[in-house]
């Protein structure tokens, strides 16, 4: 059963760089058919797609987001990072990072971590 | 960008009663790339139906899927406690891109 971990620093100041990594146990990276994604849901909000990374490293970002947003992923660390630049109070919100499952026929999120809470304040 | 709205905001019901959410598209979506979630509070989303009317392992028969085109509902045929919680239908396009409704909550009568 593939399990996700999201870490990183909870509070962030304004015009900072927020900084979170998923590390992945019970399965691999590179399995295939997934998207490693990161969403995020600010407090009593809905939830709003970040981006998304294939093993092979391509990177597919929300275009509200993607000026601001690097997705990166380290196989050997069986882990994958979000870094968002120039946060803002708006940027509030629990980041979670979950597991695209895509194919010809069928795509959705089956795997999510537990979630964390990031806070944008001085 | 295609936009999910979501009806109603709010669904006030009892247990055992039948629940009807709404899931309508700004363009069409491939139903093979509709799925449904559920939040509790404190928790990730779960998936409950994907593909549009396929349900995920471990999810009860009285959730069940359906539509396609634009329009896309989720029914709870008979609820139970449990099921009272957020519920998000969420699409994925070419690009690719996502997104997401703004949530049905299901709360107890």
């Known amino acids: 059963q593939l399990q996700l971990q999201e870490s990183g620093s909870g509070l962030v100041k304004p015009s900072q760089t927020l900084s979170l990594t998923c590390v992945i146990s019970?399965?691999?990276?590179?399995?295939?058919?997934?998207?490693w994604t990161w969403i995020r849901q600010p407090p009593g909000k809905g939830l709003e797609w970040i981006g998304s990374i294939h093993h092979s490293e391509s990177t597919y970002y929300n275009p509200s987001l993607k000026s601001r947003v690097i997705i990166s992923v380290d196989r050997s660390k069986s882990q994958f990072s979000l870094k968002l630049t120039s946060v803002t109070a708006a940027d509030t919100a629990v980041y979670y990072c979950a597991t695209l499952y895509t194919s010809s026929w069928f795509a959705y999120f089956d795997n999510w971590g537990q979630g964390t809470l990031v806070t944008v304040s001085s | 960008e295609i936009v999910l709205t979501q009806s109603p905001g709010t669904l006030s019901l009892s247990p055992g009663e039948r629940a009807t959410l709404s899931c309508r598209a700004s363009q069409s979506v491939s139903s093979s790339y509709l799925a449904w979630y559920h939040q509790k509070p404190g928790q990730a989303p779960r998936l409950l139906i994907y593909?549009?009317?396929s349900r995920a392992t471990g999810i009860s028969d009285r959730f069940s899927g359906s539509g396609s085109g634009t329009d896309f509902t989720l029914t709870i045929s008979r609820l139970e406690p449990e099921d009272f919680a957020v519920y998000y239908c969420?699409?994925?396009?070419?690009?690719?891109?996502?997104?997401f409704g703004g949530g049905t909550k299901v709360e107890i009568k």
């Open positions: 969420q699409q994925y396009g070419s690009s690719p891109a996502l997104t």
């Open positions: 019970g399965g691999s990276i590179s399995t295939g058919g997934y998207l």
């Open positions: 593909g549009a009317s």
